[in-house]
């Protein structure tokens, strides 16, 4: 059974920067070629919130309003990993991140609605903490 795991998170004060890691552990293929691969992030006593996409040709798509302008999604094929860029921080984005997967093949999309995505994998999370 292969897995996702996050890194990256930690304690950042207002305005500062962040870029969060997804990689595959126990798949034997690349993992981004099969995979659509999203963010999601949830806040204690709040609703788990989609931000970012990445399908597997490489095509992004933006969910989160509240992230639009400061958070980016990228790859490295080479590495097999995602990547969430952060930029610009604030305290209302400490949240619990998670990157999920979705596919293989003709499934690794980024669907429209992304609480409706019947994802395959998800990760364990790592918590980012803005505060000063």
């Known amino acids: 059974q292969w897995q996702l795991v996050e890194s990256g998170g930690g304690l950042v004060q207002p305005g500062g920067s962040l870029t969060l890691s997804c990689a595959a552990s126990?798949?034997?293929?690349?993992?981004?070629?099969?995979?659509?691969i999203s963010w999601f992030r949830q806040a204690p006593g709040k609703e788990r919130e989609g931000l970012l996409c990445?399908?597997?040709?490489?095509?992004?798509?933006a969910y989160a309003d509240s992230v639009k302008g400061r958070f980016t999604i990228s790859r490295d094929v080479a590495k097999d990993t995602v990547y969430l860029h952060m930029i610009n921080l604030k305290p209302e984005d400490t949240a619990a991140y998670y990157c999920?997967?979705?596919?293989?093949?003709?499934?690794?999309?980024?669907?429209?609605?992304?609480?409706?995505?019947?994802?395959?994998?998800w990760g364990q999370g790592t918590q980012v903490t803005v505060s000063s």
């Open positions: 999920v997967a979705r596919g293989p093949r003709d499934r690794a999309i980024c669907t429209v609605d992304p609480t409706k995505g019947d994802y395959n994998v």
């Open positions: 126990g798949f034997t293929v690349n993992t981004v070629y099969y995979y659509a």
């Open positions: 990445i399908d597997n040709v490489g095509v992004d798509t």
